[in-house]
């Protein structure tokens, strides 16, 4: 999953960031309203954690600008993290279009909760998703092939599920490089190869994502 965090204490950011990649997600850094703007007009991302009190801009106007804007990427989902938490504040960043809001202290557990809560919004199948024989449990971080339990790391995972939300497709290593990494990854390295190589080798026989010669790599529909 990549994500935005919009967070202007350097300090809050790098922590946040930090135990974010640490479970695998993809995360882009954002300190102020003009960073994130410029990001969101380049990538699209699957969550904006957004801080609504930037030093050069109002969060809430980043996010009501989003929709409409035809220059920038509006986020599949938005999670607001402020220090403001009086009733209006609430209504005001809900109404906005903020999927969920998050008051400043919070534990991290909580923000990892919710930001799975977040994900799961993206499957119709709620909190299971299955291909074939693959089924993850999304809110567990759990997987399956048939009934064999898969003992995959958290970017194993993450890669796996993004093959699992696009079967059939063929996705060639810079989109997995821009969805299950995050900007410092660097696009001339191995990682995706190395990475893949481990999934595959968990997967077992019959192989289930295969290699398109000189386009990228596709996982097998049943």
């Avoid at 991302?45 to 969060?59: F, K, Q, R, S």
């Avoid at 009501?64 to 005001?92: E, I, M, N, Q």
């Avoid at 093959?163 to 299950?180: D, I, K, N, R, S």
Wanted: glycine share 6%; proline share 5%.
């Amino acid at each position: 999953m990549r994500v935005l965090l919009v967070e202007d204490d350097p300090d809050l950011a790098e922590i946040v960031a930090l135990g974010l990649r640490n479970e695998a997600y993809a995360v882009d850094v954002a300190g102020t309203y003009a960073t994130a703007e410029e990001l969101l007009t380049t990538t699209t991302y699957d969550v904006v954690c957004l801080d609504l009190g930037l030093p050069d801009g109002d969060g809430l106007a980043l996010l009501r600008r989003a929709p409409d804007d035809p220059y920038l990427r509006r986020p599949r989902r938005c999670l607001v993290l402020t220090a403001r938490d009086a009733v209006a504040d609430r209504v005001a960043g809900l109404d906005a279009g903020a999927d969920d809001y998050l008051v400043k202290p919070f534990h991290f557990a909580e923000l990892l909760a919710r930001l799975r809560a977040l994900s799961r919004r993206e499957d119709s199948a709620g909190s299971t998703l299955r291909v074939g024989e693959l089924t993850l449990d999304l809110a567990t971080h759990r997987a399956w092939r048939a009934a064999t339990p898969l003992d995959l790391t958290a970017r194993e995972y993450s890669l796996l599920r993004y093959f699992m939300h696009h079967p059939g497709e063929v996705l060639p290593a810079e989109t997995l490089l821009e969805h299950v990494w995050d900007a410092n990854a660097n696009p001339f390295t191995s990682s995706v190869r190395v990475i893949l190589s481990r999934l595959r080798r968990k997967l077992g026989d019959p192989a289930l994502i295969v290699t398109v010669t000189n386009t990228g790599y596709r996982l097998q529909l049943p």
